[in-house]
């Protein structure tokens, strides 16, 4: 979502990054590109003056003027603006004894997958969680969230009562006396001049009693989101923001500006469809994120989630002793699918963003990669030297792909096995080798004498 925002920010900061002097005509053209590039992203105006504000007197800043690296001083100054701008530190649920979460927000917001999603995580953090169907308007909301139920094996509460605080106040009941210890309430989805709805949030809150009310906001509706915020708030006082959509291409407005003007915190971040996309909110990491930094800390959590302690040991113990096999290849790639997308994931990567530039990563060239692996027999997975030309032609045929594919791969394979042969014992891979240290390429620091100079040597003798 974030992108356009990040390309504009870093070419603002990209002089001052260089810089060894800073003077106020290059910090005033900064300043200048930073407000355009929050504008264009939908800020709210009054926000993006108070921010450009304060990094431009923090940038005029002795501490900041007489630093070694002056350029980077200001890049810090615009890191830490803009976590501040976004809330300081990850805001976390409320708990009690038996949590009540109700969700609210707009039509087509997303709260009924929300919903799920939520609690999935509840699920993984060791809570037992239930879902209450809420949401009586629309009429195949019901049917959407008993699926994700079903799919994701969390019980649903549904009655058949036309009442939502009927049908708030019965899952409750039914869910304490299942053993459950947390709810979430999906409500319907209304617009927030409707007087009527919001009378009837009104009341479903007060029934509910609940420990958090979080409003769910589209990402995409940019700074109307922020009056949706005001408005909601105004009647049921939300706990917390959970942004969706994050994913796709919206300018980034809302994320920016919901908590600078209602003061309540962005506590997750819905990055996908799928019901694993759910991720609590990091001020600073979507701040680093943003400024091309990376988030190493996401990635290590992304992976931790995606690799059980078993395949991991494993998979380590076989790359120590130098062994890839195409079954090691399916394994590794079915984690690293968990992980999510893998453009996604290389963004995480500090400094990938600078090496694949506006390279498009294209995840169905991995499924193709999968699909010529899964042509292979068994005993071929394994062993991939008895693969030969015959094989090579049936195995492209099997994959719809064309025998140069299935070559490139197989050498990619051999190159990935040496390379883990040498990490094992300690050696750099040759190719990452600097020259003057690599046996039989450039020059060694125990030189051998030329056949010239043994010459010369033979004959003085």
Known sequence: MFDSLSD??????????????LDEESISRAMREIRLALLEADVNLTIVRDFVARVRERALGEEVLKSLTPGQQVVKAVHDELTELMGSGASGLAYGRFTVILLAGLQGAGKTTTAAKLALYLRNEGHQPGLIAADLQRPAAIDQLEQL????????????????????????????????????????????IDEELMDELERVRDEAKPHNVLLVLDSMTGQEAVSVAQAFDAR??????????????????????????TGKPIKFAATG???????????????????????VLTLIERAEAAVADDEQ?????????????FDDFLRAYKMLRRMGPLGGILKLIPGMKEQIGDVDIDDRQMKRVEAIVLSMTPHERSTPHVIDGKRRQRIARGSGTQVEQVNQLLEARKQMEKMMKQMGRGKMPSGLTPPGVASGTGRSATRKPSSKRKKRKSGRR
Do not use: C, N, W, Y
Not at 8 to 21: N, P
């Open 236 to 261: 049921v006082a939300f706990d917390g923001v959970i942004l969706t959509k994050l994913d796709g291409d919206a300018r980034g407005g809302a994320a920016l500006s919901v908590k600078a003007v």
């Open 273 to 295: 469809e799928k019901v694993e996309a759910l991720e609590v909110f990091h001020p600073d990491r979507m701040a680093s994120r943003i400024l091309g930094m990376g988030d």
């Open 8 to 21: 504009r920010l870093q070419g603002a900061l990209g002089d001052l990054r260089k810089k060894g002097r």
């Open 149 to 192: 139920g079903a799919q994701l094996g969390i019980p649903v509460f549904r009655t058949d009562t036309k009442d939502a605080v009927e049908a708030t106040r019965s899952g409750i009941e039914r869910a304490r006396a299942d053993g459950l210890d947390a709810v979430i309430v999906d409500t319907a989805g209304r617009l927030q």
């Open 313 to 325: 040991a494993e998979m380590e113990k076989r790359l120590r002793q130098g062994q890839f096999t």
